[in-house]
C-alpha cells in the first residue's frame, strides 16, 4: 500500500496554428528545477481541474482561456520518490493574449514531433508519456 501523499495537478496543452506546443522549464529552487513540463499547476480546493488551469494560466502566463475551449486529453499517475503525482492533461487550441512570464519562468514553443527528442529540454517524468500520447494524436 502506498503511504506517500497524493499530489493533484493539472496541465495544459496549449497548442498553436504552426503545430507547437507551448512548454514550460521549472524555475530554480523548485522540485525537478530545468525540467520542462506542460504548464498548470496544482489544484486548489474546491477548484474543478479546468478551473484550477484556466488560474494556472493566467497567473504564470497571463493567458485568458475559457473553460469551454479545454478538452480532456490524456493524464499522467506518477510515482516520485516523496509523494505520487495525479495530472489531467487538457488540450487548448483558443486562448487570448500572448504567453508572458509572470514568474519568471522561461517557456517556449516546440515542435510537437521534438517534444522528446530535446537534450537540452529534458521532459520532467510525469510529462514524458503524456508528450508521447499529443505525438500519436495530433
Not at 26 to 31: I, W
Not at 47 to 67: D, G, S
Request: hydrophobic share 40%; net charge negative; charged share 25%.
Amino acid at each position: 500500500m502506498n503511504t506517500k501523499k497524493i499530489v493533484y495537478v493539472v496541465a495544459g496543452a496549449l497548442v498553436n496554428n504552426k503545430h507547437q506546443v507551448l512548454m514550460a522549464q521549472r524555475p530554480e529552487g523548485k522540485n525537478l528545477a530545468g525540467y520542462w513540463e506542460f504548464p498548470g499547476g496544482k489544484i486548489e480546493i474546491e477548484e474543478t481541474p479546468e478551473e484550477a488551469l484556466v488560474r494556472e494560466l493566467k497567473e504564470e502566463l497571463n493567458l485568458n482561456i475559457n473553460i469551454i475551449d479545454l478538452k480532456p486529453l490524456t493524464f499522467a499517475s506518477h510515482d516520485y520518490k516523496d509523494f505520487h503525482l495525479v495530472m489531467p492533461l487538457f488540450l487548448c487550441k483558443k486562448w487570448e493574449g500572448n504567453p508572458e512570464s509572470m514568474e519568471k519562468q522561461s517557456f517556449a514553443w516546440i515542435n510537437i514531433e521534438d517534444l522528446n527528442n530535446d537534450p537540452n529540454r529534458p521532459l520532467a517524468p510525469a510529462d514524458i508519456e503524456m508528450a508521447k500520447t499529443i505525438q500519436k494524436l495530433l
